[in-house]
């Protein structure tokens, strides 16, 4: 069980927007431009990552059924 949460804790830090690691990502530029992001920009990063992860669990579980299917 403690090695399902540190993959997940791991994981989760992957410099996506979306997840904590692309929050992390955020504050790492925003500490280099020294500025913040706007948040405009911020949300419509967080959006399309994801977006992006919602399409790449699609198409891993169409590929795995198609698989097994065919």
């Known amino acids: 069980m403690a090695i399902i ?3 997940l804790a791991l994981i989760n830090l ?4 979306a ?3 692309g929050r ?3 504050v790492l530029i925003e500490s280099i431009i020294r500025r913040p992001i706007k ?3 911020a949300r419509s ?3 399309l990552g ?3 992860l919602i399409l790449l669990m699609l198409v891993v579980t ?7 299917v065919g």
């Open 24 to 26: 992390l990502l955020f």
């Open 5 to 7: 949460s540190i993959n």
């Open 39 to 41: 948040p405009v920009v």
């Open 14 to 17: 992957i410099p996506v927007p």
């Open 62 to 68: 169409a590929h795995d059924i198609f698989r097994i």
């Open 50 to 52: 994801f977006i992006f």
């Open 19 to 21: 997840l904590d690691g």
């Open 45 to 47: 990063v967080n959006a």
